[in-house]
């Protein structure tokens, strides 16, 4: 079976160890495009038979992931328009997109909905509710535990997305489509939860990010692991629109 290829869109601003963590958990090709450069791919072929891109095949990936950031969506920073109105362009022509952090912020605002400051700043392992059987959390219980950082929510869904999961802090998880978002990291290892609490002190101070850090455990690592179950399952879907697009799998 040919390998899927990502196109990995990584909004960090250190970026190494967030492709790292990327690589790690999904099983797949992964092609890397810096957003803070204003590096994209060029994700259609505009020369098909028919004259037009609207075609998914057309394209040279098979899904995409944005990754998370420190930045806000509606910060005036010239790199983020481009992002946002890329990524409008690739779910329209259907292409499968799971957006994390501020990649789930980056795609709510591409489709139509809106993302605004929070009055508190959710950090550690917290708990969230997932409302149904949607796909991407197959294989995770209703309740699980994830690790978040963000002062910013999706406070207004996507028309026509669906609301999938989320806790006292607002959303955590939507989908339109062949779209998801996810405001937590399930791609965090311990080392990465660490590293960005203690980089927040400033933002949250010391006490605040010492509580953290010292919840920062195996056991709460290991109950998190259940959640990166949907990079399975988002990659399973990638497969199967893929394979749709293609002709494979169908019955003659």
Partial sequence: MTRLRLALLNAAHDGANTA???RRELDADLVEFDANAQQLPDLFDFDNDEGTSSSRT?????????????????????WIPPLVEWTAEAAERGLPI???????????????????????????????THR?????????DREFTVFTTHGDAVVELPPGAELLAENEFGVHAFRKGDCWGVQFHPEYDIETAETVTDGK????GDERVDEVLAEITPERYDAACEAKTLFDNFTAHCRRV???????????
């Avoid at 394209?59 to 920073?77: A, C, K, L, N």
């Fill in 98 to 128: 799971l957006g994390v952090c501020y990649g789930h912020q980056v795609l709510a605002e591409a489709l139509g909905g809106r993302v605004g400051g929070m009055d508190d700043f959710e950090i550690g392992y917290n708990e969230i």
């Fill in 132 to 140: 149904g059987d949607d796909e991407l959390f197959a294989g995770i």
């Fill in 20 to 22: 790292r963590n990327f």
């Fill in 242 to 252: 893929r394979d749709a697009a293609s002709g494979d799998g169908v019955e003659a």
């Fill in 201 to 204: 002190r400033e933002r949250i």
């Fill in 58 to 78: 057309a394209s040279p990936f098979d899904g995409v992931v944005i990754t998370g950031s420190r930045s806000s969506v509606y910060w005036d920073e010239e």
